[in-house]
């Protein structure tokens, strides 16, 4: 099932972005969470990628289903990870036709990037994800703001970042964004939605996890300008993904009952 789907639809009817999708979501929602108990009834192994949605289609379905397995995903990582990087630039990443990559997208334009562009008027923000619709094209200014939609080597794309930011306010399961900088070694400022299911991170440590608009800019700021801090953090960040998210240590005994 790889995520539990009841719940980011949910979400997802609650969040901003394309209204057509948000009545689309609160009509499936429940149907998916209807085909959840059939699944959870009728298959021998039922694979989720996070803890919590594990924990979740428990409590939502009142039992404790055996045939539940966790298989966290996995990335890549950059054999060599860059040093050298350019201090106004910053990434977001994701495919944008999903709706909370759009609200999240959303969020940082109106919300975070303003405050940033106070302090560093030369910023650059890419928008790095197949398949962008219009709302989201319409933020390209040419300026501050850039849609790049698929790009053919994301890694190659975004290793000289500054920072990725990943501000979801609406998810499921692991996002393979975060995995995607750490395994890159950027630092990666985050929701505390999405970090819970990365049981390894440490906030100030192997990432910035911040909820609150100003603190989230006032890290951005930070890494952008501290060297030091970035490349420590990112490095970190990328040794947990490397020890702990590669796609071999991911799957093991992934096809045992």
Same mark, same amino acid.
């Given at each position: 099932?790889? /995520? ?8 997802? $009817? ?18 998916? $969470? ?5 699944? &959870? ?14 924990? &979740? ?20 990582? &950059? ?13 977001? @990443? ?8 759009? /609200? $999240? ?6 919300? *975070? ?26 933020? /390209?200014?040419?300026?501050? *703001? ?13 290793? /000289? ?21 750490? #395994? ?19 906030? #100030?440590?192997?990432?910035? *996890? ?22 420590? @953090? ?13 796609? #071999? %240590?991911?799957?093991?005994?992934? %096809?045992?009952?």
């Amino acid at each position: 099932m790889t /995520d539990a789907l009841s719940k980011t639809y949910s979400m997802s $009817a609650k969040g901003k972005g394309n209204w057509v999708l948000r009545n689309v979501y609160k009509i499936e929602k429940n149907l998916i $969470a209807k085909y959840e108990r059939y699944v &959870l009834e009728h298959y021998s192994k039922v694979v989720l990628v996070s803890p919590d949605d594990i924990a &979740l289609l428990k409590n939502n379905n009142g039992k404790d289903y055996s045939n539940l397995s966790l298989h966290t995903n996995g990335v890549e990582c &950059l054999k060599q990870t860059r040093t050298e990087y350019n201090p106004n630039k910053i990434c977001f @990443i994701g495919h944008m036709q999903s709706l909370q990559n759009q /609200d $999240a997208t959303i969020y940082f334009v109106n919300d *975070i990037l303003p405050l940033l562009i106070r302090e560093k008027p030369d910023l650059k923000f890419y928008i790095v994800g197949a398949h962008p619709p219009k709302n989201i094209l319409k933020l /390209d200014n040419g300026k501050n *703001i850039f849609i790049t939609g698929f790009v053919e080597d994301l890694n190659e794309f975004v290793s /000289d970042s500054s920072v990725v930011v990943a501000p979801v306010r609406i998810a499921a399961g692991i996002q393979n964004k975060v995995l995607v900088a750490m #395994g890159c070694g950027i630092p990666v400022i985050m929701t505390s939605l999405i970090s819970r299911a990365i049981p390894e991170l440490i906030d #100030g440590e192997n990432c910035i *996890i911040r909820d609150d608009t100003h603190s989230f800019a006032k890290q951005c700021i930070r890494l952008m300008n501290d060297k030091d801090a970035r490349n420590t @953090i990112g490095q970190k960040g990328y040794n947990l993904v490397l020890q702990h998210y590669s796609w #071999g %240590e991911k799957l093991k005994d992934y %096809e045992m009952l």
